[in-house]
């Protein structure tokens, strides 16, 4: 599988509605971050990620920081990097960040 890059705000609204047919996955990367990017590394060994079982969309912290932003606000979980959100029925069902991000937690979620 390979990540869907989410980078419009437009997206994000799709994403939204989207998640009342599936759970729908937010990965927030920040590039200049080594936790990031062991956290993203780890995330792409996972099921859930190589067997494609969500849509995993990733978001590039360092690029799209307003969007970054309005996600945080629309979903009120406070920004950090790296994080997880998982959104589900257009509610947060899991969020998580740096090294607590874990694909399997977000399996037992759904």
């Not at 970054?68 to 979980?77: E, G, K, L, M």
Request: glycine content about 2%; proline content about 3%; aromatic content about 8%.
């Amino acid at each position: 599988m390979s990540w869907l890059a989410l980078s419009d705000s437009a997206q994000w609204q799709a994403i939204q509605k989207a998640s009342f047919e599936q759970p729908q996955v937010i990965f927030k990367h920040s590039t200049r971050c080594s936790i990031s990017a062991m956290a993203e590394r780890r995330f792409e060994q996972s099921e859930l990620f190589k067997n494609n079982l969500l849509p995993c969309w990733h978001l590039d912290l360092i690029s799209f920081r307003s969007l970054s932003d309005q996600i945080a606000t629309d979903t009120r979980v406070h920004h950090e990097s790296p994080q997880c959100i998982v959104i589900h029925n257009g509610e947060v069902i899991y969020s998580a960040s740096h090294g607590l991000v874990d694909a399997s937690d977000i399996l037992e979620k759904i």
